[in-house]
């Protein structure tokens, strides 16, 4: 059995990032080749694949995002973007 993911993921923490995944199965074996059999293989690799999917978002949060994100300047103080005010 053979198949193809294709998904687009939104992962939003303080903005918006969007992931469009692909992920090909190629050459799956199944016990048998009726419809139960057929079915419970797609949920398990679908399993695995969303299992792989959350693990990719925490290391990117802990990671990534984390080097995205605006540094707070030096004075300490974060600079709030909500309410910019003019600098001299």
């Avoid at 139960?36 to 695995?48: N, P, V």
């Avoid at 994100?69 to 004075?75: A, I, L, S």
């Amino acid at each position: 059995m053979t198949g193809k993911l294709a998904l687009n993921n939104h992962y939003f923490e303080s903005g918006n990032i969007q992931f469009n995944l692909q992920k090909e199965f190629s050459s799956v074996k199944l016990s048998a080749a009726d419809g139960l059999t057929i079915m419970k293989k797609i949920d398990e690799l679908e399993t695995a694949y969303q299992k792989d999917l959350e693990e990719m978002h925490e290391v990117t949060k802990e990671d990534l995002f984390k080097k995205m994100r605006r540094f707070v300047p030096v004075t300490g103080t974060k600079f709030d973007w909500d309410k910019p005010k003019l600098m001299h």
